[in-house]
């Protein structure tokens, strides 16, 4: 009986190594499943890309720059808010007010006193936002802007929203486009949203620019709240803060600030009108002219 016993007991000896190794098995690839799910759980979730907003290019806006040397070219790595500075009036065409920031950036040193004199051969900002909403493309983002404050220009990709926000509100199609217009920037260029500011912010006591009544949604963060929803894709509830107590209260698409056209100058007796009058020279053909008029803005 010994041999048939000692066989025996061999076979189950058998059986349960070989049992123990499927268990080893087993055990091992559960433990993988479980930490490789587990891992899944730490792995970022990548948001869908956001779209860009319309822009309007500057074939379409008819831009005519000048070339920009080399040594202006950066990487950019902030976001500088401005307003144009300028009274807006309701009925202005924005495109007419781009063309004529370029022609006037060209002609500086014939038009302006130093040390505002310098050439700037294309707009100062990468971006430039209309009452109406329409943001309209500047210079290229792989250059620098220009500005008549001293501050470090490079690695700034300067956007623009025109009127003066001192005395005219933002409109809420300005509010908004500049929010999706920063949002998409930050994503293209990997920029983190603290590093979104204004000219103020950047130049202290040189300006306030972008005027009070944009920089409040600045100075209390909720620009950068709508801005991180926007890069999110989430739905946006940009609300227009009540008038500030010091503040404008028209909006800058009030259709009160309109231009008034002058009166026409009064007729000497016996005289008769003079219509065969020159037409005006459209803006694109006074680049080369003395008589551009500047705008008021500080870039």
């Given at each position: 009986?010994?041999?048939?016993?000692?066989?025996?007991?061999?076979?189950?000896?058998?059986?349960?190594?070989?049992?123990?190794?499927?268990?080893?098995?087993?055990?091992?690839?559960?433990?993988?499943?479980?930490?490789?799910?587990?891992?899944?759980?730490?792995?970022?979730?990548?948001?869908?890309?956001?779209?860009?907003?319309?822009?309007?290019?500057?074939?379409?806006?008819?831009?005519?720059?000048?070339?920009?040397?080399?040594?202006?070219?950066?990487?950019?790595?902030?976001?500088?808010?401005?307003?144009?500075?300028?009274?807006?009036?309701?009925?202005?065409?924005?495109?007419?007010?781009?063309?004529?920031?370029?022609i006037w950036g060209q002609n500086r040193p014939k038009l302006?006193?130093?040390?505002?004199?310098?050439?700037?051969?294309?707009?100062?900002?990468?971006?430039?936002?209309?009452p109406d909403g329409r943001i309209f493309q500047g210079r290229?983002?792989?250059?620098?802007?220009?500005?008549?404050?001293?501050?470090?220009?490079?690695?700034?990709?300067?956007?623009?929203?025109?009127?003066?926000?001192?005395?005219?509100?933002?409109?809420?199609?300005?509010?908004?486009?500049?929010?999706?217009?920063?949002?998409?920037?930050?994503?293209?260029?990997?920029?983190?949203?603290?590093?979104?500011?204004?000219?103020?912010?950047?130049?202290?006591?040189?300006?306030?620019?972008?005027?009070?009544?944009?920089?409040?949604?600045?100075?209390?963060?909720?620009?950068?709240?709508?801005?991180?929803?926007?890069?999110?894709?989430?739905?946006?509830?940009?609300?227009?803060?009540?008038?500030?107590?010091?503040?404008?209260?028209?909006?800058?698409?009030?259709?009160?600030?309109?231009?008034?056209?002058?009166?026409?100058?009064?007729?000497?007796?016996?005289?008769?009108?003079?219509?065969?009058?020159?037409?005006?020279?459209?803006?694109?053909?006074?680049?080369?002219?003395?008589?551009?008029?500047?705008?008021?803005?500080?870039?």
């Open positions: 009986m010994l041999p048939f016993a000692v066989t025996e007991l061999g076979l189950l000896e058998g059986y349960q190594s070989q049992s123990k190794r499927v268990m080893s098995s087993i055990y091992r690839t559960l433990l993988t499943l479980l930490i490789a799910a587990g891992a899944c759980s730490y792995l970022p979730v990548y948001a869908k890309k956001i779209s860009p907003p319309p822009i309007v290019t500057p074939a379409e806006w008819g831009s005519n720059p000048h070339p920009i040397p080399d040594d202006k070219k950066q990487i950019p790595q902030w976001i500088t808010i401005h307003h144009a500075g300028e009274l807006w009036h309701y009925g202005e065409d924005p495109a007419e007010f781009v063309r004529r920031m370029q302006e006193k130093p040390p505002r004199d310098t050439y700037w051969p294309d707009l100062p900002y990468h971006f430039l936002i209309a290229p983002v792989t250059y620098e802007p220009e500005s008549n404050t001293k501050y470090p220009l490079n690695g700034n990709i300067g956007v623009e929203m025109m009127g003066d926000f001192n005395v005219q509100r933002p409109s809420m199609e300005q509010l908004s486009a500049c929010v999706a217009l920063t949002a998409w920037l930050l994503q293209e260029h990997k920029i983190a949203v603290d590093k979104v500011r204004t000219h103020q912010d950047v130049a202290p006591g040189q300006t306030d620019c972008p005027g009070k009544d944009f920089y409040r949604y600045i100075k209390d963060g909720q620009f950068k709240l709508w801005v991180l929803r926007a890069k999110k894709g989430q739905k946006l509830n940009i609300v227009e803060g009540d008038a500030l107590p010091d503040g404008p209260t028209k909006s800058i698409n009030d259709p009160s600030t309109a231009k008034v056209p002058a009166p026409p100058a009064p007729l000497m007796p016996n005289s008769t009108p003079n219509l065969d009058l020159p037409k005006a020279t459209p803006p694109t053909a006074l680049q080369d002219s003395n008589s551009v008029t500047s705008p008021t803005s500080k870039p």
